[in-house]
Structure formats: structure tokens, C-alpha cells
């Protein structure tokens, strides 16, 4: 856990007022920046105490901020002063909410509070909370909205037992894990569930627990550790482990167990594959000879897949530089997914860093605050990077270790607390990260007002924005033609900060907004730039080339419509009578024959009655008009007959039926013996003798 417990309440009584002052911005540029405070409950007249907070985030920035509230009642000595607890949600790229309440209001001590968040966006608090009986151990979970449900109860109303040094560690998956400890004889306690099970108490340790922490990696194997007293001249740091479906463990004593041996203190990491490590101080008194205090290590193998057959190592290992003074309380770390730890301890002339690479010891000692009255924590991200905050008697420093760098960044001030001199209290201030190296502190601050008689406390929180934006699906064509629209989309997100974002389409032109939209003049390849940038500078870009080619070339026009020419419906009617040797016309006529039209008729071969063509021009309109008798001959000898022209194989009758302007109509009969002549009919263009089809 990123958290320590030490003997005294964790608060720092200033000699200068509780005035919260964060760094303003940097120079834009890719470093990490602190913004400014961000108030989440303001100042409420209390009996001068500082709201205790937690606060927890995940990898893609969600975070839940835990707090006890104090309210003055008026009485003289603040006895009577109600606690509540509250819980805010502030989802990845958003603000916080406003607070929910989460407890009931009581009365008596303040409530120890913790906080837990799920990959999901689902969140869990722990709190201890006053009853009639005992001081009860409370959870209240939210859904991925961060909406909370009404509290549980995980301990029970049993008298006298009251919980304290409450812990809680939650994984990625949902689970969580609680250390608490109660009683006269100082029982030590764990549970484990998920967020919405139940939380069944098992015994760690029956007597002598002080300070105790607890880490569950994302399997859901969990690891306890706990300072048990089991003489004024013994303390040991004790470990019990239990598999995610496994029963719990045998109580493990990591630190030598004689009297005289001090072990202190105890601060649990573990990397997400189940490695551990605990680190703590120790120092061995009379009846032993005298060995200084010291910060130590011990650590827990996690073999793949068999997470149930690792062990701890009962050999202490040094975390503090040799023959360097530590103190008992103050040692926090860290494990990043490889394996590294990173760690700080509290010497007698400050506040230290040190790393462990793989199997080695640690080393790379840096003084991150020359200060002794110093407390501090520390965070990873699951990019590598690590935070140590460092709280003196005056302010919060921060220093900043990048991923894959061996030591934290120069120190540089977040808050300071001491404006106008006058006292305050200021609770110890919990560090969470998301997965890119941004980090959220929650403060408690207690102001002094009324000379003292009453205070204003407040909770804030300050973050670190170290991550550029990040883009979801963007959306640039890879190709179009000039003169056409174009609709591009970038989305992108930030943790920490408003987001603007700038467009340049490679022909000179820019846009701005997560949607635009652009149209090229010409052909050719334009590298089209998005860039996100955040309210500190951070910035993000992906280009792509879009190819533009020219549009297609229009088509021709259509062909204008062929006039409509106007057509002769007269119709060309016969009738033949046909032997093997001549065939006969019995009838030949023209129907409906309007007036300007000609009617002409041909007869070429054997048995043709006339040689020239012979041709009629109509003035009026003629229903019919018969060419039959000019197919036989008047002979007046002996006596007046008609002979019928007979017609021999092979002759051809031709008939058209012209008009200026109009389409004519032709028929062609070709004489054959024993059968009707052929046909072959069809029309005549407009002011020519060319047959066509009609």
C-alpha cells in the first residue's frame, strides 16, 4: 500500500496558517505539471481537526476521493462535533462530484477512510464508523457511474471491540482486501470479497497487532503484513498469505523474534503478477547489542501460475544506504510491473530514495528534502513512472522519477501551508496514479480561526498532468478529388485537463475542433496534421497522407433529339391469283391516300402490261385508290373484253407512296410460279428513294 501508519495521529500542527498554494503551470513543454487546487468540500467550522482522506485512481484515470467531515456542535471542547463520511467520483477527463455521503453521522473519534476503484470505473470505501457498542469497519461501493450504494457493515456490533489501522487494498478486476485491527488485545483481522460480496473477518493474528497493511495483485491473491508487540522488548512484522481460491496461510515472522529485535512499521507493495515485498525498521535494543535503526526489506516470490507455492524471505535486506540512521516509521514503496522497487525511508536528515533492479540490493540512495520532520509517499504508474511526495512542517514537495530513469527528478514544491502565521493542521496527504504517469493527492486542511477557539476545514485535491492527450478513432480520408468536402474526426481524451485540437491539411489551410471538415482546390498529396493539445501543453499529433486527384471529366452532352419526322399512314393492299406458268392481280390498291402525295407504281419483266412508271398526284384526301387496271387491257375485237395481264415468274411489281416532309411507304412484290409473289415492304426517308426498314 502507498500509506503508512505511524504511533501518532498522521498530522502536522504548522506554526503558519493551513494556506493551500499550488505551483502554477510550467512552460509548455512535455515535463510534468502540478495544476492548481481543486476544492472538493469547502471550509466548514469545525473543533480543529483536518479531514482524513484517501483517494484511489486506475490506469485510465478514473478516481474516487474518500473523506471524514467534521461539524462543530458548539460545545466547548468540541466532544460532541459529528463525523461523516463522504465519497467523490470523478470520471477520466471530467471533475470531481459533488460529495455523496456514505456513513451515517456519529459522533467520537475521526473515521480512518480508504479507497478503492476497479478497471471498470467501479469504486469501493472503507471506513470505520462509530456505533452505540464499538467502532464499527464499513464498506459502500458505487456502480461505474460512481453513483454509491447505502454502506455494509463488515464487523459487527460487538462490544468494546473497536476497529483501528483500517487498510484496504482492490485490484483491477474488482476485488478488494481489508486489514483492520480491534480490541484490548489488539486482534488482527483481514477480509477479502469482491467489490459487492460479502466481507467475512479472519483472524491474522490474536494479540499484539499494531500498524498492518494489505495488497491483493490482479489474480486476487492477497498478502497481509502487521507490526505485532508481543512484549515491550519484541516486535516482529508478520505475514499470512491466501490464494484467490485458496484457504489463508500460516503466520510467517520475517523479522528476527528475540527480545530486543524491533521491527516497525510495515509497508506491503505488490507487483500485478503477485510478486511482493515489505519494507520496515528495524533496530535491536538490550538485551541485544545495540544495532541502529535501519529501513529493511523482505520480499515474496510468485512463481507462473502457482502463485500458492511462493515464499517469503526471512532474511532482511537493507533498503536504507549502510550505516545510514532510519527511523521506525516512514518507509513506503513501490513495485513497477517488471519487478523494480522503488522505495523512500525517513533518515535522521531527510526523506530518501532508493531502488532495487531485479535481485539486487538497493541502491542509487538520493535525498529527495533535507528535512527530518518529514512524512512521505510514494506511487507507481504502469508506464514505470513513480511519485514521492515529501510533506515537511511547511509544505508538500513532489519529485517525479520518468519511466526507465534510475532517480526521481529534482524536488520541487506543490502546496504550501504557512501564508499568514497562523497554526494548522494538515492531514497526511495519499498519492494515486493512473496508467500514463498522472497522479491526484487528496488533502485535509484544518485552518485557524477565532484565535483558535475555532477552525475551517477543507478538503482539496492537487494533481500532476504528465500525459499528452489521447486520440480515439480518428478519422482522416485517404484519398478524394478536388473540389469535394471532406469530413475528418479526431476524438481525443485527457485525464487532467480541457483538450483543444488543430487541424492542418497540408495545402496552407488549418480547422480546429474534434470535427471539421475541408475541401481541396487542386490535385496532388497532402499530409493532413491533427494535434491535441492539453491546458498545460501537452500535445499528441498522427498525420496521414491523403492523395486528391482531379474529378473526372464531365461528359458530353446529349445528342439533341432527332426531329420527329412525320409519317405517310397510308397502307399498299393486294391480292394474286397464281398458276405454274403467269400469275394475275386481282386487286391492287392504295388506302387512305392524303392530299400531296404521290403514288407511283412499276412493273418490270414477263407479262408487264405497261413499261414506263405510273405515277398520281393526289390534291384531296382518297379513302382508296385502285392500281388494278393497270393490270389488263380493253380489247374492242370481236368484241370489248378486258384482258388481265398475265404476269410471269420473275416479274416485280413495285408500289411507293411518296410525300414531301413525310416517310414514305414502298412494296415490292417479285412474281413467282404456283405461290403468291414475295413481299418485301418497308419505308422510303423523307425526299429520297432510298427503301429503308421501317
Known sequence: MQRTIPRAPRALILAAAAVLCALAPAAADAAPVWLPAVTVDPARTTAGVAPRTDIAMNERGDAVLVFARGDDLGDANGANDTETVFAAYRPAGGTFGAPQQVSSVTTGPVPEVEAGIAANGSA????????????????????????????RDVTGAVAGEDASALQLAANGSGVAALYWQ????????????????????????????????VEVDQAGNVSWAWERDSSPDRYTVEVRDK??????????????????AKAEGPDLTMAPDGRAMVVY???????????????????????????????????????????????????????????????????DTGVFGATRLGGQQFSGHQALTDEASSVGWIASSADGSVVALVQTVNDV??????????????????????????????????????????????????????????WDSSVFTV??????????????????????????????????????????FGDGASGTGSTTS????????????????????????TSVVVQVSAPPASPPPPAPPAPVVPRIGSKIVAKWKATRTFTTVSSLAVSAVPAGTTVRVTCTGGGCPFKKPYSVHFTK?????????????????????LVVAKLKPGAVVQVSVTRPGYVGRFATYRVRASKAPTLVAGCIAPGSVKHLPC
Open 182 to 213: 480491534s480490541g484490548a488485545a489488539k486482534v488482527a483481522y483481514g477480509a477479502t470479497a469482491s467489490f459487492a460480496g460479502s466481507f467475512s473477518p479472519m483472524t491474522l493474528t490474536t494479540s499484539g497487532a499494531y500498524a498492518g497493511d
Open 621 to 641: 384526301l382518297t379513302k382508296l385508290f385502285s392500281l388494278t387496271g393497270r393490270f389488263s387491257t380493253l380489247v374492242r375485237t370481236p368484241r370489248r373484253h
Open 281 to 347: 525498521g528495524y533496530r535491536e535494543d538490550a538485551p541485544l547489542p545495540a544495532l541502529p535503526q535501519r529501513a529493511v526489506y523482505n520480499v515474496r516470490s510468485a512463481p507462473a501460475g502457482h502463485w500458492d507455492t511462493g515464499t517469503w524471505s526471512t532474511t532482511s535486506g537493507l533498503v536504507s544506504a549502510p550505516g545510514q540512521l532510519a527511523t521506525s516509521y516512514g518507509s513506503q514503496v513501490t513495485m513497477l510491473p517488471d519487478g523494480t522497487a522503488v522505495a523512500i525511508y525517513l533518515a
Open 518 to 541: 475541408h475541401t481541396y482546390a487542386a490535385p496532388g498529396s497532402y499530409a493532413v496534421t491533427v494535434t491535441a493539445t492539453d491546458a498545460v501543453g501537452h500535445a499528441t499529433s
Open 397 to 454: 514537495n513532489a519529485a517525479v522519477r520518468s519511466p526507465g530513469a534510475t532517480q526521481f527528478g529534482a524536488t520541487a514544491t506543490v502546496a504550501t501551508f504557512n501564508s499568514t502565521g497562523t497554526p494548522g493542521f494538515v492531514f497526511a496527504t495519499p498519492l494515486a496514479m493512473d496508467g500514463t504517469g498522472d497522479a491526484t493527492m487528496g488533502v485535509g486542511v484544518a485552518r485557524c480561526t477565532a484565535a483558535c477557539a475555532k
Open 243 to 260: 490464494p484467490a481460491a485458496g484457504a489463508l496461510g500460516a503466520t510467517i515472522i520475517l523479522s528476527r523474534n528475540v527480545d530486543g
Open 124 to 151: 469501493i470505501v472503507a471506513f470505520t464508523s462509530k456505533s452505540p457498542s464499538n467502532i464499527q469497519v464499513r464498506v459502500a461501493t458505487s456502480n461505474t457511474a460512481g453513483v454509491f450504494a447505502p454502506a
Open 463 to 504: 494533481s500532476l498532468d504528465a500525459a499528452a492527450p489521447r486520440f480515439g478513432a480518428v478519422n482522416i480520408p485517404s484519398s478524394a478529388t478536388s473540389g469535394s468536402q471532406l469530413q475528418f474526426a479526431a476524438p481525443a481524451t485527457d485525464v487532467m485537463s480541457p483538450i483543444s485540437t488543430t487541424w492542418s
